[in-house]
């Protein structure tokens, strides 16, 4: 066993693959969770594997706080705790204001936000036993501005710099530091409903010239894992998009 494991939510595909793929190059025991798609989980794991990485998969909905916490009593017994957590998933869908029913709504925060609630809680005893440790945040670019339908996506992704913001000031005492990656237009599929053309027009609003990539998402996340002196911080990774 190593001290580290991190769990990655949300790791099937996208950013998240990328950051367990980066994580485990750089020699982390990695949980891939996700919600459907196991066969996307266990290709990436496969290769994980290939390179000599260790990893797990585990299907659990971080809305579900029940499941969360078995799947991380999972990772202790099989990996060791979990000394890194990467709170990546989340759901996303544009709609106008009047649009948005209840349950559209309960279902963002139940994911992106009461997700994160969860994951953070149930990695957190032995964080704070081992006085060691480190939450990064997936948010978003409308997590610090606002946009035309994005009123609960944004919602959610604003909460989750609340929470990373305030869990630092919380926790840096007990020598866990936590930090939030606000990402641009990066090219996953959660993107592809905006189609083609959309995606080629914003591409050309942003100043470096093109959609973000996962691997640059995953390359700062390694870097606020690695970097022992940074905490409370958000990184926008968004190309110059908004500045
Ligand atoms: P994606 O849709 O390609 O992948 C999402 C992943 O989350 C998948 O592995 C899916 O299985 C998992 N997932 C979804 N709901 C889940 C649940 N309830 N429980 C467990 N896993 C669940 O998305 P992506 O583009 O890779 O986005 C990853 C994160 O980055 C999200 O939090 C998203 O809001 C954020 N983000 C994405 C962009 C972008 O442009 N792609 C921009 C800013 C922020």
């Not at 349950?103 to 964080?127: K, P, T």
Request: net charge negative; with cysteine; hydrophobic share 45%.
């Amino acid at each position: 066993m190593t001290n580290k494991v991190a769990l990655v939510t949300g790791s099937s595909r996208g950013i998240g693959a990328a950051i367990a793929e980066s994580l485990s190059d750089a020699g982390w025991a990695v949980c891939i969770n996700y919600i459907e798609r196991a066969d996307k989980a266990e290709e990436l794991a496969a290769r994980i594997r290939a390179k000599g990485g260790t990893c797990i998969t585990q299907q659990a909905d971080v809305a579900d706080r029940e499941a969360v916490f078995a799947m991380v009593r999972r990772i202790e017994r099989e990996l060791g705790p979990v000394s890194l957590l990467v709170s990546n998933a989340g759901i996303a869908e544009q709609r106008q204001f009047q649009d948005i029913e209840p349950a559209f709504w309960q279902r963002l925060f139940d994911v992106n936000v009461n997700g994160a609630f969860h994951s953070a809680q149930a990695v957190l005893g032995h964080m704070l036993l081992e006085h060691k440790g480190c939450m990064i945040f997936v948010s978003s670019i409308w997590g610090q501005h606002g946009a035309s339908c994005e009123a609960a996506y944004s919602a959610t992704k604003h909460a989750i710099i609340g929470l990373s913001r305030s869990l630092s000031a919380e926790l840096a005492l007990s020598g866990i530091r936590v930090n939030c990656v606000a990402p641009g237009v990066i090219d996953t599929d959660m993107v592809q409903v905006l189609g083609r053309e959309t995606l080629e027009q914003l591409a050309g609003e942003i100043p470096l010239g093109r959609l973000g990539r996962p691997e640059e998402i995953a390359h700062t996340v390694r870097y606020l894992a690695e970097n022992p002196y940074i905490t409370g911080q958000v990184i926008t990774v968004d190309g110059g998009f908004l500045v």
